[in-house]
């Protein structure tokens, strides 16, 4: 057994002597995106801290805990806050509660961010469904010994975010009136924002947003073979195409403002699932 399933079957007994249902759906919240925890009925709430060996979040803005519910007729579990590369964690920590999460039974993942606006048709207040992602300039989550009990040694990542769901997240902002586009998401270690030639370089790429986050967690979902959809808010236009210095203040403070359009497409996208 390799450390990594070590540490994960330690966290599993721990959160399996709390766990009433086992969740299908796995929801990760990003920057100012927390709030949506309060929709989750008959909560459960289990606190990184007290699960040994648990990565805690550093981060203002992510609270640092799994709740755990209902959520219409669906068993749920949400992370309302996550961890991240730049707080210091080796990028096997960061994923380990997405393999958690995996390993309580959800079989689909929703992933949600903060994220800046390279698009130049994007403005703060945008909805990006994550169609792929860039991961060229962060570790992999999978380098190391494999655990074969978690995936295979060399997977696939050429369909990462599921078209299914994909097109039901469409059919559902749809219904709702609310406006969500299409992008590929790229991952940089952060902490620090990036450079305009930097933000220049990824929309050479074909980067639409940028963040520091969710990249990574796919990654290791993919690998465990969980069925993904992504969600970026963007909450700032990104270094050299915004007007004003960058700051987090700002990320939280339009996270604020989206947060009931948010909540309305992820719960109903979540009922639809």
């Known amino acids: ?31 100012g995106l927390g709030g949506f925890a309060e929709c989750i009925e008959n909560k459960e709430i289990i606190e990184y801290k007290d699960i040994p060996g648990f990565p805690v979040s550093t981060v ?4 640092g805990r799994f709740i755990i519910g209902k959520l219409f007729d669906k068993n749920v579990v949400a992370m309302q806050g996550r961890v991240h590369y730049y707080e210091g964690y080796t990028m096997d920590r960061v994923v380990m509660p997405v393999r958690i999460m995996k390993l ?17 048709s994007f403005e703060p207040g945008t909805l990006m469904a994550i169609n792929d992602h860039i991961t060229s300039f962060v570790p992999s989550p999978l380098i190391g010994e494999n655990n074969d009990s978690l995936g295979v040694r060399f997977p696939d990542m050429s369909k990462v975010y599921d078209r299914e769901l994909l097109e039901i997240l469409h059919a559902t902002a749809k219904e ?62 990104a270094a050299g195409i915004s007007k ?30």
């Open 60 to 63: 203002s803005g992510h609270e």
């Open 176 to 237: 709702l009136d609310i406006d969500i586009k299409d992008g590929v998401y790229l991952q940089t270690t952060g902490p620090n924002y990036e450079t305009p030639a930097e933000i220049k370089m990824y929309k050479t790429l074909g980067a639409d947003a940028v963040g520091m986050s969710t990249a990574c967690e796919a990654m290791a979902a993919m690998h465990m073979g969980m069925r993904i959809v992504g969600i970026s808010c963007i909450t700032n236009l």
């Open 104 to 120: 309580m039974g959800a079989k689909k993942l929703l992933l949600t961010n903060a994220a800046g606006g390279i698009n130049d």
């Open 244 to 273: 004003t210095a960058l700051n987090h203040e700002e990320v939280k403070a339009t996270a604020d403002m989206i947060s009931d359009k948010f909540t309305r497409l992820v719960k109903e996208f979540i009922k639809k699932i």
């Open 1 to 31: 057994m390799t450390r990594v399933e070590e540490e994960l079957n330690t966290a599993l007994e721990y959160i399996n002597k709390i766990l009433v249902k086992k969740p299908e759906i796995a929801i990760i919240l990003g920057s």
